[in-house]
Nanobody
Framework: QAQLEESGGGLVQAGGSLRLSCTLS????????MAWFRQGLGSEREFVSG???????RYAESVEGRFTISRDIDKNTFYLQMNNLKPEDTALYYC??????????????????WGLGTQVTVSS
């Protein structure tokens, strides 16, 4: 059974850092396009970052230069390193994955597999 499980969320002060992890079971990280999405309270889910099977990346403009997506194939896990966090980054963060070899897309409907989310709260 395919599963994605996020971890690493928490409460941090503005300017701080967190690293989110997404561990896969029943799936192989190297074969999938991976992405992070987030949803703030009262907001729609939005794309944060994506990583193709070939290492190509894409970021939302709001996180460009502060967040970095990466993967560890041996651990079957991918990550979102978040630096210089801002209160507006507060949200429930989800990892997602899909098959196929197209570029990173920003629509959540394009992704087949989803985790349950991990909460990130940034205090001012």
């Amino acid at each position: 059974q395919a599963q994605l499980e996020e971890s690493g969320g928490g409460l941090v002060q503005a300017g701080g850092s967190l690293r989110l992890s997404c561990t896969l079971s029943g799936l192989t990280v190297g074969n999938l396009l991976m992405a992070w999405f987030r949803q703030g309270l009262g907001s729609e889910r939005e794309f944060v970052s994506g990583l193709t099977q070939y290492g190509g990346t894409r970021y939302a403009e709001s996180v460009e230069g502060r967040f970095t997506i990466s993967r560890d194939i041996d651990k079957n896990t991918f990550y979102l390193q978040m630096n210089n966090l801002k209160p507006e980054d507060t949200a429930l963060y989800y990892c997602a994955a899909r098959d196929g070899f197209l570029g990173v897309t920003v629509a959540g409907r394009d992704y087949t597999y989803w985790g349950l989310g991990t909460q990130v709260t940034v205090s001012s």
